[in-house]
């Protein structure tokens, strides 16, 4: 597969939501502004131009209002608000017009299915596929913009400590990873089970767990980089030795054998192809290690 020249950052998100049709609260600090920086720092334009997609939100007036603001105190006024509500929209010419000027790309949080269904396999999500793959260009999201990311594509299920067959829900993601399949507010919502079922139904895959204000950059299709203040799991399931889930009835408890699992902070990395880790700090050599 040809290696893309854009770069994915997905972020767990940070934003406190409730999810009602009129109501939606947020953190105080909503917008994770160090990963914003970083989503900024990470574009080799000066000034870039950002587009923030808020087709996820019940409330995109409010969220797209928030991303400006947020944006603004971190220096960058060329901010855009495409809020895409269905699939003609995503074949107009003026918001292709918008997303090919643009820098950056940043999905907004909400429902990924919302995503996957008004914008997968419209003009939009063509372009967006192509730059990615042949262009300096970053497509970032946070929580639902970073699960829809995936091609086997989390689209809801039971938070909680069991892991039981069918407590989750998959669909189609946009297919910007096909190797990993990413879930957002992954420590704070306890969704360690969704995670690990999504691997037992797909263990070829990458389960990445995001924590809030946090989140990973992806280089060259392959290199991992984590940025933020919390942690990234990822379940590797290529060397399970036990996993009978495509044989279970539903709702029966789900066990796995041999779930490769690694906990990883800041500046860590992890090599998607080569399925390792690199720690960016090693206590016994007091210094670096990562480079």
């Known amino acids: 597969m040809k290696t893309p020249k854009g770069t994915l950052i997905a972020i767990g998100g940070n934003e406190q ?14 917008g994770e502004g160090f990963i914003l920086q970083d989503i900024i720092n990470n ?48 074949d107009q010419a003026s918001t292709l ?50 699960v829809v990311m995936s091609e086997e594509m989390i689209s809801g299920g039971r938070n909680g400590t069991v892991l039981r067959k069918n407590d989750l829900k998959m669909g189609k993601g946009l297919g ?11 420590i704070k919502r306890n969704r360690f089970g969704r995670l690990a079922e999504a691997v037992a139904m797909y263990p070829d895959k990458l389960g990445v767990g995001l924590g809030e204000d946090t989140g990973v950059i992806i280089r060259d299709g392959n ?21 009978q889930y495509g044989k ?9 054998s041999n779930l490769t699992l690694h906990i990883l902070a800041t500046r860590d990395r992890y090599y998607i192809q080569e399925k390792s880790a690199k720690i960016h700090y090693d206590i016994r050599h007091h210094n670096p290690v990562v480079k």
């Open 248 to 256: 279970l009835k539903n709702r029966i408890p789900v066990s796995l």
């Open 223 to 243: 290199i991992l980089e984590i940025i933020g203040s919390g942690m990234v799991v990822i379940f590797d399931g290529s060397n399970l030795t036990f996993n």
């Open 17 to 30: 939501k409730k999810f009602k049709k009129t109501d939606e609260s947020f953190h105080t600090h909503f």
């Open 97 to 146: 017009d918008r997303i090919s000027s643009s820098d950056i790309i940043l999905f907004s949080g909400g429902d990924q299915s919302k995503i996957s269904r008004i914008i997968k396999d419209t003009l939009t999500h063509k372009l967006l596929l192509k730059r990615y793959q042949n262009e300096s260009f970053t497509i970032a999201g946070t929580s639902a913009g970073a």
């Open 43 to 90: 574009s080799k334009v000066s000034k870039p131009r950002i587009e923030v997609i808020t087709t996820a939100s019940e409330i995109p007036e409010i969220v797209g209002k928030k991303y400006k603001e947020t944006f603004l105190r971190l220096g960058v006024d060329n901010v855009g608000i495409l809020d895409i509500r269905d699939r003609s929209e995503a």
């Open 176 to 186: 910007l990873m096909h190797e990993i399949i990413f879930d957002s507010h992954f």
